[in-house]
């Protein structure tokens, strides 16, 4: 007796129905065997996904209107997401080391565009992602304050916001000066230059962020440091703060 | 299995002339078709009338022979029967709204027996006593599918305008770094250029550090210094002309820094030496 080839139910309803799969997909997921298209199953989704879970069971319906939000706090954390993935894959390939005559991090950019396997798109996602993800951020704060939806109950999770975008500017800031090249030195100098001028301890301000008095090597590992560890911490905490504080606050804003 | 449905014209004309709208009286006019073709088929439709109900009652005393009056139960005797304060024993109560509700003992009023609707039934209960809604009721929508559909599909979009973009456009990478050789331009990432626009403009603790600290702290004390409550545009023009200024004179720094200035800072027209703006 030939066999049947197992039809597709079969496999899927195989691969979802063990012990495995089931501790994975919490009760609700669409991926797990027996989702129905439920008012239950439908708020379970929503309840039980941790990323779902950013969003409350149920929204406002003028909420989903593409013209009120423009998704622009959702696509300022998508490129904070994407922008995290295309770093950790260039963390692989990159040394923040530039000492005289040995100058690895401009080598490991020039390796990154030439020789490894998708570098230069993941370095141009990573750049113009950053440079989408300020213009986001931006946009999303005008809109916040044209629809005046930092009024009570929401007025601190503006402050949050403000300092989001602080941060936002810190990790492109900071990230402008790992490639090593001529634009890196003199664009941070500029900058660096600017905090130096902070009343009563700018001096000390800018040799924390130079590491010695001019830009060097030592710059080049603190400002590495603080791109890939530091300030996303602080931002990952910010963004946490921010999110709960959007559903404990109501959720979104009111129509005008 | 689609029935079309008729809709009663002239209901629907009288409807429309009295000012409802087009969606409630369609609506209307229909229900008057379809109340029209059962009261053609015979079917007796709604709630029976009250003298129905008062004259089971009265057969079912009667019948009965309760106490006190006895056949001559008329309306009047069955109000004062029986010392208990007019009201009815349980028996003649279920047989008056057994009577009130429609023939043949079915519960239902108007709705066939055969349906398996009872919301009807509600409307024999005070409001009250169904709904104890604290807040205002709002809108609502299921966050999965409808939010996170559009939240997908623009997270698409966005995805892959930036591979196109990341696919075409190289991401600028000078020569090496050389601390003894100054470029001819020299400017900050762009959304920087208002500062380094401004340091043209005045001394470097100024533009640098006071100017952008102040514009800051007012950002962030902006929810504490507008103590308008309202979020409608009309109500707000001073804050909403306010942040336009702050965001448009942000915006004219950025570019004349990012477009119009050229070797030495100097002011340039972008057709005479070319942007010399990198991203």
């Known amino acids: ?35 129905r298209d439920t008012s239950r199953d439908r708020a379970l989704a929503a309840m039980n996904n941790v990323l779902y879970h950013l969003h409350p069971v149920k929204v406002k319906r003028h909420g989903l209107k593409l013209t009120y939000t ?76 044209y629809h005046g939806a930092y009024k009570p109950p929401r007025e601190f999770n503006w402050v949050v916001g403000v300092i989001l975008l602080l941060l936002t500017l810190l990790l492109s800031f900071t990230g402008y000066l790992l490639p090593w090249d001529q634009l890196a030195l003199w664009a941070v100098t500029v900058g660096t230059n600017m905090m130096g001028y902070t009343p009563v301890f700018g001096d000390q301000v800018q040799f924390v962020l130079l590491g010695g008095v001019t830009i060097g090597p030592n710059t080049l590992l603190r400002w590495y440091v603080l791109h890939v560890l530091f300030i996303p911490f602080i931002t990952v905490i910010f963004l946490a703060v921010h999110f709960w504080r959007i559903r404990k606050d109501g959720g979104i804003s009111g129509p005008l | 299995m689609s029935e079309e449905v008729q809709i009663d014209q002239e209901v629907y004309d009288r409807l429309i002339a009295g000012g409802t709208s087009e969606r409630i009286a369609r609506a209307k006019a229909k229900a008057a078709a379809v109340r029209k073709a059962k009261i053609a088929e015979g079917q007796n439709l709604g709630p029976r009338p009250a003298e129905q109900a008062s004259k089971a009652l009265e057969d ?3 019948n009965q022979g309760g106490g006190g009056g006895g056949a001559v139960a ?32 079915s519960t239902s009023i108007g709705v066939p027996t055969s349906s398996s609707h009872t919301h009807r039934l509600l409307a024999l209960v005070p409001p009250a006593g169904i709904q104890q809604v604290q ?17 997908f599909v623009a997270l698409l979009a966005v995805g892959s305008l930036l591979l196109v973009a990341s696919f075409f ?57 507008d103590k308008n409550p309202s979020a409608r545009p009309e109500n ?44």
């Open chain 1, 1 to 35: 007796m030939a066999r049947k080839p197992p039809s597709f139910s079969d496999v899927k309803t195989n691969v979802q129905d063990n012990v495995i799969w089931k501790s994975i997909f919490r009760p609700g997921s669409i991926y797990r065997k027996g989702y």
């Open chain 1, 70 to 145: 423009y998704c622009l706090g959702g696509l300022s954390f998508f490129l904070f997401i994407l922008l995290t993935i295309t770093g950790i894959f260039l963390m692989f390939f990159y040394t923040p080391a530039a000492g005289a005559g040995t100058e690895l991090a401009y080598a490991n950019m020039r390796d990154i565009s030439a020789s490894v396997t998708f570098g230069n798109l993941v370095r141009n996602l990573h750049r113009w992602g950053a440079h989408a993800m300020v213009f986001t951020v931006f946009l999303h704060m005008a809109r916040v304050f």
């Open chain 2, 60 to 62: 079912f005393r009667a």
């Open chain 2, 74 to 105: 008329t309306k009047t005797a069955a109000d004062e029967s029986a010392g208990n304060g007019g009201r009815l024993t349980p028996e003649e109560r279920s047989a008056r709204v057994a009577a009130s509700l429609g023939g043949n003992g």
């Open chain 2, 135 to 151: 807040s205002k009721q709002m809108d609502k929508v299921y966050t999965w599918p409808h939010l996170l559909l559009v939240e």
């Open chain 2, 169 to 225: 456009l190289d991401a600028p990478l000078g020569s090496l770094a050389n601390p003894n050789e100054v470029p001819a331009i020299n400017k900050a990432p762009w959304y920087f250029m208002g500062l380094q626009e401004l340091l043209r403009y005045f001394h470097p603790m100024v533009a640098g550090v006071t100017l952008p600290g102040v514009a800051v702290v007012i950002l962030m004390a902006v929810p504490y210094l």
């Open chain 2, 236 to 279: 707000r023009k001073v804050a909403n002309m306010a942040f336009t200024f702050f965001l448009a004179f942000w915006g004219v720094l950025v570019i004349i820094g990012s477009f119009l200035r050229g070797a030495g800072y100097e002011w340039v027209w972008p057709w005479t030496q070319g942007l010399g703006f990198t991203l």
